[in-house]
T-cell receptor, first 112, second 115 residues
Framework: EDQVTQSPEALRLQEGESSSLNCSYT??????LFWYRQDPGKGPEFLFT???AGEEKEKERLKATLTKKESFLHITAPKPEDSATYLC?????????????FGKGTKLSVIP | DSGVTQTPKHLITATGQRVTLRCSPR?????VYWYQQSLDQGLQFLIQ???????AKGNILERFSAQQFPDLHSELNLSSLELGDSALYFC??????????????FGPGTRLTVL
């Protein structure tokens, strides 16, 4: 069974204070690791897909990296508008290969 | 805006009742997925349809059912509702092949409150 664990559960940063969010996963045959951003009461917003260890993707102040066991979402010089819950999900090649398995998310608060 | 639409936005009903949630996928997407999000469980996969046929089932209760119509919109039917069914219900869609099949785009959700 695919599993995703995200840490920390919550993170408070001062504006401009860079940090990283962690996503640890176990999956049989990774077919993709996904990062989403979710604002309160809204649907998850797709950010990145990573497919193999060593891959990196960037978008504005966000950079996602992938190893064989973990993914990190690095946030550089965050702004208050980056405040949201960040969700990590995996798709494996096992019996549940059509679905995404999500972690419980990291709630990020950026203080001006 | 992901291009996925869901109606209604909010739904308040009583225990024992039945409701229907509706989803229209992004233009051209053949796959529709339904997820339930509650405070303690996070996002849980319920069911997937691909071009009108059921493709995968997750943690979906027997009281819940879904279908996808020829125009590709999908409906999730929840019956004999219980207090614990109160949650956000999301629909997502994805393309038909390769990386576009992999990436799921979510709608704004339906907030269901069972009283």
């Amino acid at each position: 069974e695919d599993q995703v664990t995200q840490s920390p559960e919550a993170l408070r940063l001062q504006e401009g204070e860079s940090s990283s969010l962690n996503c640890s996963y176990t999956v049989s045959g990774l077919r993709g690791l996904f990062w989403y951003r979710q604002d309160p009461g809204k649907g998850p917003e797709f950010l990145f897909t990573l497919y193999s260890a060593g891959e990196e993707k960037e978008k504005e102040r966000l950079k996602a990296t992938l190893t064989k066991k973990e993914s990190f979402l690095h946030i550089t010089a965050p702004k208050p508008e980056d405040s949201a819950t960040y969700l990590c999900a995996v798709r494996g090649s096992g019996a549940g290969s059509y679905q995404l398995t999500f972690g419980k998310g990291t709630k990020l608060s950026v203080i001006p | 805006d992901s291009g996925v639409t869901q109606t209604p936005k909010h739904l308040i009903t009583a225990t024992g009742q039945r409701v229907t949630l509706r989803c229209s996928p992004r233009s051209g997407d053949l796959s529709v997925y339904w997820y339930q999000q509650s405070l303690d469980q996070g996002l849980q996969f319920l069911i997937q349809y691909y071009n009108g046929e059921e493709r995968a089932k997750g943690n979906i209760l027997e009281r819940f059912s879904a279908q996808q119509f020829p125009d590709l919109h999908s409906e999730l039917n929840l019956s004999s509702l219980e207090l614990g069914d109160s949650a956000l219900y999301f629909c997502a869609s994805s393309g038909s092949s390769g990386h576009s099949y992999n990436e799921q785009f979510f709608g704004p959700g339906t907030r269901l409150t069972v009283l």
